[in-house]
């Protein structure tokens, strides 16, 4: 920094009011009334989701088969004077995920978020995958997310309150590693899917966005991030680290509020660079 530079930024302070102005925009990111439903919510980044929204203001709804993580995490968000209830949920069975939005509206009102979390992965070669497996996967992370915009659009429209879509795909949607052919092509597809949605549903006011995360701690991968081949991994990154789950918070709550009241069709890459790295 130069001797100028260091004289301008010293002698320059705030506009009268920007104070003011200042904490106007950044309640644009509070979620108060809103009710978020967040699938695969008992661990993971769903987990953390519901967390984050809670802290924002955030009426949850978790959902995921595991009923008794969901209660676990229902009572540590009510602890903090969040609101939350719990569905258990198969996002791949079509008259559940009716159901779950029925009951959703009895527990908390009409859905104004969702965000598409649930996701399985396997790890095998692409020859070795048998058609139950494919089956497994794709209906998981493309079908459900599917089902799940689909009763949030159709209760959206008949209402006409529009609401933000938020599914969570990945940076394998983008480029690809070995032995995992069809988690990459689920999100590849989930990606599309986004931008299909948003260009049919952006005039009932309803918003489909998605996050890309690299790779960050969870329990999926946290054996892989701790092997030799996950270290070695690490050394790609231009951060030269995993993400920790905090640092997917803006990320989400930008997409989830009114904040980007015009963006619609969007991929947000939180990944510490990690695309930008040479093959």
């Known amino acids: 920094m130069t001797s100028t530079s260091r004289r301008i930024v010293a002698d320059y302070t705030l506009p009268r009011g920007s104070g003011t102005k200042l904490n106007n925009e950044l309640e644009r990111f509070a979620l108060n009334g809103k009710t978020v439903l ?15 929204v809670a802290a924002a ?3 949850t709804v978790l959902a995921a088969r595991r009923l008794e993580r969901l209660q676990q995490l229902q009572e540590e968000i009510r602890s903090t004077g969040g609101t939350a209830c719990v569905l258990p949920l198969d996002v791949t069975d079509a ?23 649930s996701g399985v992965a396997l790890v095998a070669p692409a020859v070795d995958i048998s058609e ?7 209906d998981t992370n493309l079908k459900g997310a599917w089902l799940m915009s689909r009763g949030f659009a159709r209760r959206a429209i008949a209402r006409r309150t529009g609401g933000s879509i938020i599914n969570i795909t990945s940076i394998l949607g983008r480029r690809v590693a070995k032995g995992v052919a069809p988690y990459c ?25 998605s996050i890309a995360p690299g790779y960050f701690d969870t329990e999926m991968n946290r054996d892989f991030l701790q092997s030799g081949p996950g270290q070695a991994m690490l050394k790609r990154i231009p951060q030269r680290r ?36 040479t093959l």
């Open 38 to 52: 967040i699938t695969g919510a008992s661990s993971g980044l769903g987990s953390h989701f519901a967390r984050t």
């Open 95 to 117: 008259a559940g995920v009716e159901s779950a939005y029925d009951s959703a509206e009895v527990q908390s009102g009409g859905v104004d978020i969702l965000i598409n979390n």
């Open 57 to 59: 203001g955030a009426r």
């Open 185 to 209: 092509a689920s999100k590849a597809a989930l990606e599309h899917l986004t931008r299909s949605l948003a260009l049919e549903w952006s005039p009932h006011g309803i918003r489909v966005n």
């Open 132 to 138: 139950n497996d494919w089956d497994r996967l794709i």
């Open 242 to 277: 995993a993400g920790s789950l905090a640092e997917l918070d803006g990320a989400l709550l930008l997409l989830a509020s009114d904040a980007s009241s015009y963006m619609s069709g969007s991929t947000l890459v939180v990944d510490g660079g990690h695309l930008c790295s």
